[in-house]
């Protein structure tokens, strides 16, 4: 599984936004699996991308409270691929870069192969956890994976600023018209009086 470094920083309750780059390689951190009844994980379809994410997790550090990602790697094109982007987009309208391979990236992915990395420990997910990292207040969000760009050995760019685009504007229409709810019902609660006793 490929343990992605840079993070998502939760705060705000429901609001996801990326924090940038952490160097852990020194310490191997332990994570829980974020399950999908409470934030629905997806990749968003790309049909003409050349590599292919797969079996892709959410997981929150037991230790400090952030976040990453883990996912396989698959070059399913005809090209070797130098570097990667990924990307997450979340409902709350939130999102951004997870990686930038192109500077990091130290190994050649061939047609066919599937990239691994086994850096970080996976614990499981005990009602105690999931009080402690409070992952209830997350209950609902839905997570969109993508792959924003690749970049091939002979020099060539594949780009799917479209893809990017929808998804985005999907989730910031979403988180616009939740506030927007969510308004309506706390002025529904100001307006209704109180029962009488």
């Known amino acids: 599984m490929r343990r992605i470094p840079f993070l998502f920083l939760l705060v705000f309750g429901l609001a996801w936004s990326v924090n940038g780059q952490e160097t852990r390689s020194a310490v191997k951190n332990e994570y829980v699996v974020i399950p999908s009844d409470i934030v629905v994980l997806v990749n968003a379809s790309q049909p003409r991308c050349p590599i292919r994410l797969e079996n892709a997790h959410l997981l929150m550090s037991v230790q400090r409270k952030y976040s990453a990602f883990s996912?396989?790697?698959?070059?399913?094109?005809?090209?070797?691929?130098?570097?990667?982007?990924?990307?997450?987009?979340?409902?709350m309208g939130t999102g951004g870069t997870?990686?930038?391979?192109?500077?990091?990236?130290?190994?050649?992915?061939?047609?066919g192969e599937v990239a691994h990395e086994d850096s970080q420990s996976i614990v499981s997910l005990t009602d105690d956890l999931k009080k402690q990292l409070n992952l209830d207040k997350y209950?609902?969000?839905?997570?969109?994976?993508?792959?924003?760009?690749?970049?091939?050995?002979?020099?060539?760019?594949?780009?799917?600023?479209?893809?990017?685009?929808?998804?985005?504007?999907?989730?910031?229409?979403?988180?616009?018209?939740?506030?927007?709810?969510?308004?309506?019902?706390?002025?529904?609660?100001?307006?209704?009086?109180?029962?009488k006793p």
Not at 98 to 111: F, H, M, T, V, Y
Not at 162 to 180: D, G, H, I, P, Q
């Open 139 to 195: 209950k609902g969000t839905m997570v969109a994976l993508l792959v924003s760009a690749v970049g091939y050995t002979d020099g060539t760019k594949y780009q799917d600023a479209s893809t990017e685009a929808a998804v985005r504007s999907y989730f910031e229409k979403l988180a616009t018209n939740l506030n927007r709810l969510e308004n309506l019902m706390k002025d529904e609660k100001k307006r209704t009086p109180p029962p």
């Open 98 to 111: 997870l990686s930038n391979d192109e500077a990091g990236q130290n190994k050649i992915l061939l047609p």
């Open 71 to 91: 996912y396989d790697i698959r070059n399913t094109g005809s090209k070797p691929v130098l570097w990667w982007q990924t990307m997450a987009l979340t409902s």
